[in-house]
Nanobody, 122 residues
Framework: QVQLVESGGGLVQPGGSLRLSCAAS????????MGWYRQTPGKQRELIGS???????NYADSVKGRFTISRDNGKNTVYLQMSSLKPEDTAVYYC????????????????WGQGTQVTVSS
């Protein structure tokens, strides 16, 4: 079993910054891609961006230049640094990870965190 726990959400003012963390634990041999998504009630879950095991990143156009994804492989943790926040960024933010659980059976499983609320308001 693998668990992902997000932290760092909260209330920030427009133009402010916030850093989210997502730590993975459990039966982990290695983690390939890790990603961040967000969801607003009534809308589909939206991909924010992702990061590979070698720290290569991809971002949605809506957040390029404002959000930065990084990871610490030793801690099995992925981060989302958000700046220049807008009210439109208000959402529940989720992380996920594509995990290989053991060397003998290198099947990839995708796990999700339970989300953390980010509210951008004055």
């Amino acid at each position: 079993q693998v668990q992902l726990v997000e932290s760092g959400g909260g209330l920030v003012q427009p133009g402010g910054s916030l850093r989210l963390s997502c730590a993975a634990s459990g039966s982990i041999f290695s983690i390939n891609v890790m990603g961040w998504y967000r969801q607003t009630p009534g809308k589909q879950r939206e991909l924010i961006g992702s990061i590979t095991s070698s720290s290569s990143t991809n971002y949605a156009d809506s957040v390029k230049g404002r959000f930065t994804i990084s990871r610490d492989n030793g801690k099995n943790t992925v981060y989302l640094q958000m700046s220049s926040l807008k009210p439109e960024d208000t959402a529940v933010y989720y992380c996920n990870a594509d995990v290989i659980r053991d060397w003998g059976s290198p099947r990839v499983y995708r796990y999700w965190g339970q989300g953390t609320q980010v509210t951008v308001s004055s």
